[in-house]
């Protein structure tokens, strides 16, 4: 069975998660503290084998997670980090409305690079709004003009951190079969 | 002559890396070797399993061993060493001039990206705060809230201001009864997000500054001017003024605040010029402002340019329900403040909410309620983790009157002090709240601390 290296983005302004979530799909960790990244940090995880088109059988992803640091700006260097991304976790604050404003900018700059790019958006920390935070209507509504799943995540308690994960990795065989 | 990019590379100490066109790995330097001794090393191995920052850009890298690209940067590669620790590495791709490779050059920039990261962290870390307590705090606390008939007048009358930005407020109402609160709100309901709102608390600076602080200065307008200051209405030009506690005002103050309030313009201290003014005033007392007119401690004259819309603020004994409705809001937001998940009140703890009479109203309810979510390990609050202050009885008030002089006699003046000490602690140190629970003026308060010695 084919091994498939696939570049993945984990796409969000500050403090929205991307680390946490990173963290909690390949090493299933979680730390309270909140230690902002500088550039870029890759890691690596196997994803279970898909199902692709029948004449092809089927196909096992390694996902390549580039947890991108809060961008405030998009140079050429920044725009480097993108190059080559099959797709990308959109990741908003659902407690926080102004970072599914943010992500906007930032997801229209990464399809400027990657135009194929699939897109699954997240809105992060439901477990600090279990009734639906400030901003999930927001990245309802970009989630929907993407195209886009949305998908409420909690990297401190891990819901639906995996099935994130999975689902984007599916969008990408079905784009690439 | 070597190659300057060589000689460049090895005087800086940044990793050399070779590859081809197939990608693979021609040569890699001792110092590259060390930058990415994390990563297990592979004889004519694949640069993307050395980088794998470089899958995906796998063109660009052919591009450049064909030459058709000038070069590739990646900054701040995180990278873990031995012990664990990130290292970052700048990453710059270039074409070899003589021979059909490319060459990685790989810096190591930890000691500037920690400096970097120090920054961003502190700067983050300062809106996280805000954005998670202040701004959550302002969310959940920055609505009147109430369904009582009482309530629900002073939203309606908040709401017809908001299509008015110029109208004159007056905020009656007992201590704690959110008077700056709805202060905040006539002015967030009317007025552009921009423009400011200034508060002052009248009863909180000496007489002798108030005037400097309302009306700015210019240099050399008194001793210690030494740059000119505007003062607080050119701060609210644009906006809101709210002068809280307008009853502890000086008479001689009040004079001037009228005469700028009917003129729309004010000349700092020190300055023959006059500067117009575009501000909002509103006004917020305890005191029972006719009252004190008939007592000539206020202006009649500033009374009716100020009332031109009076809100009274109803005390929370008068609230009946909406007391539980508060107090829920208030365990929302210290669950987010203190990181717990206290879903409300036992049915003894509500009955016992609505059973105390709150002489110091909404704040008092608010220290309550923050005193047992400190404490609360359960996800209810009982009625044991209530701490309510007890409420002066008839006897109680019957009996500080009643007082006798025992047979071997007191001090008079230790006695007033006492109280005066005892007052000023009971109220936090706020003195109209003191001076009320002495039944005194402001100023006679302040006159007898000063006899005191009281600081």
Known sequence: MAIIKRKICLLGTFAVGKTSLAQRFVNDQFSDKYLTTVGISVSQKLMPPIQGEPSDGPIQHALLIWDIAGLEKFDPVVMNYFRGASGALAVGDVTRGETAVELKTICDKFLSVNPEAVLVTIGNKIDLAPDGGEAVSDLQQLASDYGSELILTSAKSGQRVTEAFRLLSEKIAWRHA | ?455
Request: some cysteine; glycine content about 6%; charged content about 25%.
């Open chain 2, 1 to 455: 002559m070597r190659n300057p990019v060589n000689i460049i590379a090895k005087q800086k100490r940044f990793g050399v890396l070779l590859y081809d066109r197939q990608l693979q790995v021609i040569d890699i330097d001792a110092i590259a070797k060390q930058l990415l001794a994390s990563t297990e090393l592979k004889p004519h191995g694949s640069v993307t399993d050395l980088l794998p920052e470089l899958v995906g850009a796998e063109d660009q890298m052919v591009r450049l061993v064909d030459k058709q690209e000038d070069f590739y940067r990646l900054d701040h590669l995180n990278r873990h060493d031995a012990k664990g620790e990130v290292r970052y590495l700048n990453l710059l791709t270039l074409p070899c001039v003589d021979s059909h490779q490319a060459m990685i050059l790989l810096e190591d920039v930890t000691q500037d990206a920690r400096i970097l990261q120090a920054a961003n962290q502190q700067r983050y870390d300062e809106y996280l705060y805000r954005a998670s307590i202040e701004h959550r705090r302002h969310q959940i606390g920055s609505s009147i809230l109430g369904r009582s008939a009482a309530i629900e007048r002073v939203i309606d009358t908040i709401q017809k201001l908001s299509h008015i930005s110029s109208a004159t407020v007056l905020l009656m109402g007992e201590t704690g009864t959110g008077k700056n609160l709805a202060a905040r709100m006539i002015h967030e309901s009317s007025m552009t997000a921009e423009a400011p709102f200034v508060e002052i608390n009248c009863a909180a600076l000496p007489e002798q500054l108030i005037e400097a602080e309302l009306f700015g200065y210019e240099k050399g307008a008194f001793t210690h001017a030494v740059d000119a200051k505007p003062g607080l209405f050119e701060a609210a030009h644009g906006g809101t003024l709210f002068l809280d506690e307008i009853g502890e005002l000086p008479l001689g103050m009040q004079a001037k605040l009228l005469s700028v309030i009917e003129s729309k313009s004010l000349r700092r201290l020190g300055s023959t010029r006059s500067r117009q003014i575009d501000v909002r005033i509103i006004a917020a007392t305890n005191r029972d402002l006719q009252a004190e007119v008939a007592a000539k401690s206020f202006r009649e004259d500033l009374l009716y340019r100020l009332n031109v819309v009076t809100i009274t603020l109803p005390p929370l004994r008068e609230l009946g329900d909406d007391v539980v409705l508060i107090a829920q809001r208030f365990v929302e937001l210290y669950n987010v403040q203190f990181n717990k998940k206290v879903k409300g009140f036992s049915p003894e703890a509500r009955r016992a909410l609505l059973a105390h009479n709150w002489p110091g109203n909404v704040r008092e309810l608010s220290n309550c309620i923050e005193r047992a979510m400190i404490f609360i390990s359960g996800n209810e609050i009982d009625r044991q983790d209530l701490i309510l202050s007890l409420p002066a009885t008839d006897n109680e008030r019957g009996a500080a009157s009643r007082w006798t002089v025992p047979p071997t006699g007191i001090e008079l003046e230790a006695v007033e002090q006492s109280l005066i000490l005892s007052a000023l602690e009971r109220a936090q140190g706020n003195k109209s709240e003191a001076a009320r629970l002495l039944g005194l003026t402001r100023h006679t308060l302040r006159y007898r601390m000063e006899k005191h010695g009281i600081e």
